[in-house]
T-cell receptor, first 112, second 117 residues
Framework: GENVEQHPSTLSVQEGDSAVIKCTYS??????FPWYKQELGKRPQLIID?????GEKKDQRIAVTLNKTAKHFSLHITETQPEDSAVYFC???????????FGKGTMLLVSP | GAVVSQHPSRVICKSGTSVKIECRSL??????MFWYRQFPKKSLMLMAT?????????EQGVEKDKFLINHASLTLSTLTVTSAHPEDSSFYIC?????????????FGPGTRLTVL
């Protein structure tokens, strides 16, 4: 089955800096890669996603890049703000069934 | 759109009792619903996938007789934790995908915190 590795497990940045979280996946058939943000005790919220026919996608301060050959994808957050502090999960989904395999999460702390 | 609710948000029960958790898609029809378990500071672990009108598919290591899943309609799935024990204490989260869409986007419920005494 699919295996998703996520790094780093924790990331501390100063407000205004950029943050990058990286994930690798094992199943070359995976074609959907969402990123979720989860605040303590809350539900995971989809913040951006990308499909395998696209190499990069951007939404304001958030961008995701995908390298299918290397089987890795990354989340980029620019101009970080304290409210960006949360746990971020990457995930991968194979064709057909929609089952997501999640990475272990990255705790992002943005200091004012 | 794409709002998923869960009920209850918190439940405390005695060991040996059963607990039912409901997951509802409020503004869309959900062909598929997923149930996850999350331990503190850990990732989401998929327990089972349920499709409306058919039996759930359980992940390896998840006891289907322990965690009963019913997906009776396109807007409701239930998870019943039978004969709960303290080790079943966890955060249970459901998610749903829209019916008739090719997207794999999963929309999550707010979760249910189960504490078994």
């Amino acid at each position: 089955g699919e295996n998703v590795e996520q790094h780093p497990s924790t990331l501390s940045v100063q407000e205004g800096d950029s943050a990058v979280i990286k994930c690798t996946y094992s199943d070359s058939a995976s074609n959907y890669f969402p990123w979720y943000k989860q605040e303590l005790g809350k539900r995971p919220q989809l913040i951006i996603d990308i499909r395998s026919n696209v190499g990069e996608k951007k939404d304001q301060r958030i961008a995701v890049t995908l390298n299918k050959t290397a089987k890795h994808f990354s989340l980029h957050i620019t101009e970080t703000q304290p409210e960006d502090s949360a746990v971020y999960f990457c995930a991968a989904s194979g064709s057909g069934y929609s089952t997501l395999t999640f990475g272990k999460g990255t705790m992002l702390l943005v200091s004012p | 759109g794409a709002v998923v609710s869960q009920h209850p948000s918190r439940v405390i029960c005695k060991s040996g009792t059963s607990v039912k958790i409901e997951c509802r898609s409020l503004d869309f029809q959900a062909t598929t619903m997923f149930w996850y378990r999350q331990f503190p500071k850990k990732s989401l672990m998929l327990m089972a996938t349920s499709n409306e009108g058919s039996k759930a598919t359980y992940e390896q290591g998840v006891e289907k007789d322990k965690f009963l899943i019913n997906h009776a309609s396109l807007t409701l799935s239930t998870l019943t934790v039978t004969s709960a024990h303290p080790e079943d204490s966890s955060f249970y989260i459901c998610s749903a995908t829209r019916a008739g869409r090719s997207t794999d986007t999963q929309y999550f419920g707010p979760g249910t915190r189960l504490t078994v005494l």
